[in-house]
């Protein structure tokens, strides 16, 4: 699949990451986490990736992607890269309305 020439690696990899958080696989998540960012995805394509991943897939299933998310990140910059909502910004409604995360 990764050697078809229709999507880039980067592009795949963000489609695998979302695939990954709405299906709740959280081992295979951050597997694929580590090879979105070894090809060349940013921590804010990731965030924004599983942002619209959670419209579809649920807030459950982002929650938990976006703890994974936030550790892989922490591992792969030493400081956790941009800022992954938290819990708390869910329930305050902050997510995708332009608000606070």
């Not at 795949?12 to 951050?30: D, G, N, P, Q």
């Not at 070894?38 to 929650?63: D, H, K, S």
């Amino acid at each position: 699949m990764w050697t078809r020439p229709g999507l880039p690696w980067k592009v795949r990899s963000l489609l695998t990451v979302a695939m990954k958080a709405a299906l709740k696989r959280a081992h295979e998540l951050r597997l694929h986490l580590r090879g979105a960012l070894r090809n060349g995805c940013t921590a804010e394509e990731i965030r924004e990736t599983v942002l619209q991943a959670a419209v579809y897939a649920g807030m459950p299933a982002a929650l938990d992607a976006f703890r994974v998310a936030r550790e892989i990140l922490a591992e792969a910059t030493g400081e956790g890269g941009v800022a992954i909502p938290s819990v708390e910004a869910y329930h305050q409604g902050g997510i995708g309305s332009g608000g606070a995360g």
